[in-house]
């Protein structure tokens, strides 16, 4: 079965630190991926979707990136986080119509 | 990719059945509509998924229309456990597109004993 992974679970950092999450799937190949982030009490915001290695698309500009350097891990990083950058970040994957979301980091700026 | 629109909150009670309807009027040919839940903290979670008339699984029902421009996910005697956020989405299907999937604010469910 498939299963996705994300780390850490919660982390906390001061303004401009730098940022990386990491998530993994397995079970599955070659898997559409996507980085949602969700502030308090609000819905999901699409960040970051591929459809393969080193393919990225961003859906809204901020000052994140991601990274797919394998076919099943994806990475968001920051170089410098701003307190605006606290929120739940969701790691999700899909190879038809579903999507399947990790556990999420629960990410607090300072 | 279509907007959605639903209600932001609902109440209901234990054992009742509880329909959320979710209206999409410029929904497209190729367009599935899919209802995730998500519990605080927690990812959302894939309940059910339909393209048209009705379709029934172990959890919901969603029901859709003709002209597809609304649909409504049915829960049928709800639990305490069933209250949380209900997220109505639509977007193209098939494996080979991105499956970018747009979330709304979604509907929060409250289950009272």
């Known amino acids: 079965s498939q299963t996705i992974h994300q780390w850490p679970a919660t982390l906390v950092q001061p303004v401009g630190s730098p940022l990386s999450l990491e998530c993994t799937v397995e079970g599955t190949s070659n898997p559409n991926l996507y980085w949602y982030r969700q502030a308090a009490g609000r819905g999901l915001q699409l960040l970051f979707y591929s459809v393969g290695i080193g393919q990225i698309s961003s859906e809204v500009p901020q000052n994140l990136s991601a990274s797919r350097p394998q076919d099943r891990q994806f990475i968001l990083s920051s170089k410098k986080l701003l307190l605006s950058d606290s929120g739940f970040y969701l790691c999700?994957?899909?190879?038809?119509?579903?999507?399947?979301f990790g556990p999420g980091t629960r990410l607090t700026v300072t | 990719l279509a907007k959605t629109t639903q209600p932001i909150s609902m109440d209901s009670y234990e054992g009742q059945e509880v329909n959320i309807t979710c209206s999409h009027n410029n929904i497209a040919t190729n367009d599935y509509i899919t209802w995730y839940q998500q519990f605080p903290s927690q990812g959302p979670r894939f309940i059910i998924q339909?393209?048209?008339t009705k379709v029934t699984n172990e959890v919901a029902s969603l029901f859709i229309p003709a002209d597809r421009k609304s649909s409504t996910l049915s829960l049928p005697r709800v639990s305490l456990s069933d209250t949380a956020v209900y997220y109505c989405l639509v977007g193209p299907g098939g494996s080979s597109n991105t499956g970018k999937l747009i979330f709304g604010q979604g509907t929060t469910l409250q289950v009272k004993p």
């Open positions: 999700a994957w899909s190879v038809s119509r579903e999507q399947y």
């Open positions: 339909g393209y048209k």
